[in-house]
C-alpha cells in the first residue's frame, strides 16, 4: 500500500520497481507490508 511505501521514506515506486519488505502483523490481525527497501 502507498502509505506503507511512504512511511519507508519513499515518495513512490516506477512501474516494474522491485522492493523487499517484511509482512507485520495490525493490531486488528491484519498483515501489512513493513520495513520496505529498494531492490537494485
Do not use: M, P, Y
Amino acid at each position: 500500500h502507498i502509505s506503507a511505501v511512504e512511511r519507508a521514506g519513499l515518495t513512490g515506486l516506477a512501474d516494474n520497481q522491485k522492493v523487499e519488505f517484511e509482512l507485520e502483523e495490525g493490531r486488528d490481525g491484519r498483515q501489512s507490508a513493513g520495513a520496505i527497501s529498494l531492490v537494485d
